[in-house]
């Protein structure tokens, strides 16, 4: 491993400059030495094909990271969901895995990170500062008292104190492994993996993949997360209509926010359940939207004018043409 100097050593050595500090800070500073996995410029200077700074921009330097291109052909693998705007990280985690690379979402510790980085391992990380501010960071250093990290949204290379990590108890991560070293298994105890896997089951409308995972969320009590939540209702309600198995979960949801896609799983379910006072409300509440199945927006448009809105019923048949066949 390398050894690199905090603050004011490691702008020097990466960014090139520092502003000059009283002695005795100086002094303090120095003595605090970063490690570093190796090569860990390599995280900063690459240049990606996702600018997203979060997840898939460091899945992207995570990959890279470990020598391996980025060509058009495999730009091809990784599904895009035009109705939602967003980027399959599913995919990009399998053509990792393809290159031998894999990969676990999950919460972590400080102390997490730090393990993997004496392992020489990037990890990605995402959390909130007690300040609000959101950050989505690779970390690829540490020493006694600070992490070092690459800050994906400023670009960045800086070094935090430890105990506000610590501070945070657990947050969402990326850490790669080497194919063999995890299990399936061992991946399916991780809230982070199984509610990207029921996501993205949710973007390819894909009954396979909320069959597999929806029954292990279920069976850890993970259904009040709100993405796995509205992946169990979306599914018992389009793919394998039961009403009964949602009522208490769309009820909350409702409670919580009435966004449009919260909306549209109510729209069905109470289509299911005949409750025409609830029906009605829905569809005039509802904000059309690009990401609505085909299926919500027929029926409103079969359904608008019957509940009094026939104005709803005419955007949802012009989305409906605007989407792709």
Known sequence: MKKWFTACAVSILLLGGCNPKPQQEEEKVLED??????????????????????????????????????????????????????????????????????????????????????????VYAEFMLISGEEWRVLFYGYSDDDFAYYNLKSGALKTIDKKRIEALDEFETIIPYEIGE?????????????RQKITDAYWKDDSTGFKKYLPIAEQNDWLDNVNVGYGYSYHYLFHDPQPERVAK?????????????????????????????????????????????????????????????????????????????
């Open 182 to 194: 995890l299990t399936e298994a061992e991946k399916e105890k991780s809230l982070v993996y199984v």
């Open 249 to 325: 979960i769309v009820d909350a949801e409702l409670k919580r926010w009435r966004e449009p896609y919260t909306l549209e799983v109510a729209l069905k379910y109470f289509s299911l359940t005949n409750d025409e006072v609830e029906i009605e409300r829905t569809i005039r509440d509802i904000q059309i939207m690009q990401g609505h199945r085909r299926e919500t927006l027929q029926y409103i448009i079969d359904n608008g004018a019957k509940y009094g809105n026939p104005e709803k019923a005419a955007e949802a048949a012009e989305m409906l043409k605007k989407k792709k066949q």
């Open 33 to 122: 030495v970063i490690i570093t996995i190796e090569n860990a410029e390599k995280l900063k200077d690459t240049d990606t094909v996702y600018k997203t700074a979060d997840l898939l921009e460091g899945l992207e330097r995570i990959y890279r990271y470990y020598g391996n291109e980025f060509p058009a052909e495999e730009q091809a693998k990784i599904d895009v969901y035009e109705d939602f705007g967003r980027i399959s990280y599913v995919d990009f985690m399998g053509l990792m895995a393809e290159r031998g690379i894999d990969t676990l979402p999950s919460y972590k510790s400080a102390r997490d990170i730090e393990l993997a980085l004496k392992e020489g391992k990037p």
